[in-house]
Nanobody
Framework: QVQLVESGGGLVQAGGSLRVSCAAS????????MGWYRQAPGKQRELVAL???????KNGDSVKGRFTISRDNGKNTVLLEMNSLKPEDTAVYYC??????????????WGQGTQVTVSS
């Protein structure tokens, strides 16, 4: 089993910055893509940013130029730095990791979610 533990998030005014981080632990041989999705009330879950083991990044269109994702492969952690936050960034942010186990099976895991609220 794999656990994803998120930290950070909270309440910030529009234009401000926040960080959310996620640490994966458990039966991990390797993590392929790792990153963040978000879900606002009444909306579908959407991609925020993903980063591969080699550092290739895929950003959601709405956060390009404002959010930066990075990861530490040795520590199985991923960090999302969010700048120039807007009220429409308000959502529950979920950590995601595509994990290869020691048995070489691939499975996607989700964190419990952390709330990010941006006030206008």
């Amino acid at each position: 089993q794999v656990q994803l533990v998120e930290s950070g998030g909270g309440l910030v005014q529009a234009g401000g910055s926040l960080r959310v981080s996620c640490a994966a632990s458990g039966s991990i041989f390797r993590i392929n893509d790792m990153g963040w999705y978000r879900q606002a009330p009444g909306k579908q879950r959407e991609l925020v940013a993903l980063i591969s083991t080699g550092g290739t990044i895929k950003n959601g269109d709405s956060v390009k130029g404002r959010f930066t994702i990075s990861r530490d492969n040795g520590k199985n952690t991923v960090l999302l730095e969010m700048n120039s936050l807007k009220p429409e960034d308000t959502a529950v942010y979920y950590c995601y990791a595509a994990v290869v186990s020691h048995e070489f099976t691939l499975y996607g895991y989700w964190g419990q979610g952390t709330q990010v609220t941006v006030s206008s």
